[in-house]
């Protein structure tokens, strides 16, 4: 079973930046798709996906966060990252890592990430 571990997140000022990572114990890391979503406060039954990225590299972002984001992954370390700037109060929320091959099998225990004065 593979298993996903993600580290980062914390307490931000709004116009910050945080890095968050998700490494995986095993698995077929390279073949699958990636993705970071988020469960934010006033919609605790949903989960936005808020950037995403194919196993050929073709990646995806919110329209939210887009220019404030930016996803990588690594494949030889099996480990993908979300490097968030320009942070704002609305990204506040429990963001969690998903992989998968068809659908997003494996989920991180999620960290949360606050952005406040």
């Known amino acids: 079973q593979v298993q996903l571990v993600q580290s980062g997140g914390g307490l931000v000022q709004p116009g910050g930046s945080l890095r968050l990572s998700c490494a995986a114990n095993?698995?077929?890391?390279?073949?699958?798709?990636l993705g970071w979503f988020r469960q934010t406060p006033g919609n605790q039954r949903d989960l936005q996906l808020v950037?995403?990225?194919?196993?050929?590299?073709?990646?995806m972002y919110a329209d939210s966060v887009k220019g404030r984001f930016t996803f990588a992954r690594d494949n030889a370390k099996r480990t993908m990252y979300l490097d968030m700037n320009s942070l704002k109060p609305e990204d506040t929320a429990v963001y969690y890592c998903k992989a998968g091959r068809d659908g997003y099998a494996y989920w991180g225990q999620g960290t949360q990430v606050t952005v406040s004065s």
């Open positions: 950037a995403s990225v194919t196993s050929d590299g073709s990646t």
């Open positions: 095993g698995g077929a890391f390279s073949l699958y798709t």
